[in-house]
């Protein structure tokens, strides 16, 4: 616990400096770090850190590092380095080594081919993210770190002035995503949550076909979320020593305190009510997303949720739902179904047609939507092809992104709203304007969560 308390008085007098200089980029970085051809001046070059660089950290480390105008030059995991991501694909597939020994080594192989030398050495490794935050010399850090690891990390960022790209479930409560929004608001940074179908050509075409009427007025729309696709270790598992690679008190961080278990870190985090909000926030929050974004509902949400039987694990390690499925209404008449389906489309019903979406492939019914034209004086939705890139040109121009953060947070609070719901097993009214539930205290007190010492929001 000492080692993880921070100097408060220094932190904020480095955050306040950050925030001034926030669409300032004066770092100077070495002219060798790029190729000649990259033509992108030291001024105008994005810096940035990546807290948490396991399977999807170190993915989009890998799409940033391709950007000819930016520059990683720090990365940060509790990991040093493990073989242990992977496991857990029903194909067999064996992850590489992840952690932060290694995501530096992409990182200084990566410069170090480009400049044509064996000593590029630049990239900076931590195992405290603070440590990252608290340096001048970096713009924009890439959060990448299990659920209950995205509202403290995204709210100092935003204090010292970061832009911020956080994957999503964007939080793990509605009061955490709540004072995320406040922070970045706050100081003025830009945010992107990882939610990249929406800059995917495919689904804003079907968004803004539903958005101008043609299937009608959206009247149902059935989300799929996929199972659990790690099976729980037996009810009567036993603490395992924690490994050497491993800093688990502070990969438990605000959590409470639990003996460790393999498979209560790394990928399968995902399925611990303590970590994650399992399948229902991971694979929800891209289907739930798409559903807002046709709906046009991003600044709001249902007003009625209701569970239609979902089911958790009564015993054992894992303590997400192992069934999925809970209904939302809106007060536009939409009717929200998420239920656990491994194979099924995003399905959205109009009055005088339907779009179905499977594998990012849709289906149009009539099929004449197929060669629908979007007319200038209609609903054109928000442009982007390529969401890392879209982060970066929206920090350059300081403009906001594909996914600012209330889109990721409306988003995922529906998925928040359905686990509460199942949890509590009944149907609940919902105030998306005061986001609270109306005359139910049980479940409001669900809407936010202690955290272990001395982490707080």
Known sequence: MKEMKINRRKFLRKATSAALATTSFSYIVPAAALDKDDHVSPSNRITMGFIGVGGMGTNNMRAFLNQPDVQVVAVCDVVKASNEYGHWYKNGWQGPWFGREPAQKIVNDFYSQKT?????????????????????????VCITTPDHWHAIPAIMAATAGKHIYCEKPMSLTIAEGRAMIEAVRRYGVIFQTGTQRRSSQQYRFVCELIRNGRIGRLKRAIAPIGSNNKEAPASNWQPMPVPDWLDYDMWLGPAPWAPYHKDRCLYTFRFGLDYSGGQTTNLGAHAIDIVQWANGTDNTGPVEVEDLGGEFPEDGLFTTATKVHFRARYENGLELICKTQDDGPLRLEGTE????????????????????????????????????????DCVKAHRETAAPVEIGHRSVTICHLGNIAMTLKRKLEWNPDKECFINNEQANRMLCRSMRSPWCL
């Open 353 to 392: 047609g339907w779009i179905q979406i499977e594998n990012d492939k849709p289906t149009y019914y009539p099929e004449s939507l197929k060669t629908s034209v979007i007319r200038p004086n209609e609903i054109q939705l928000y442009q982007s092809n390529d969401h890392h890139r879209n982060f970066i």
């Open 116 to 140: 044509q030398s064996s000593r590029y050495n630049s990239c900076d490794a931590y195992s405290d993210f603070r440590d990252v935050l608290a340096r001048d010399d970096i713009n924009a």
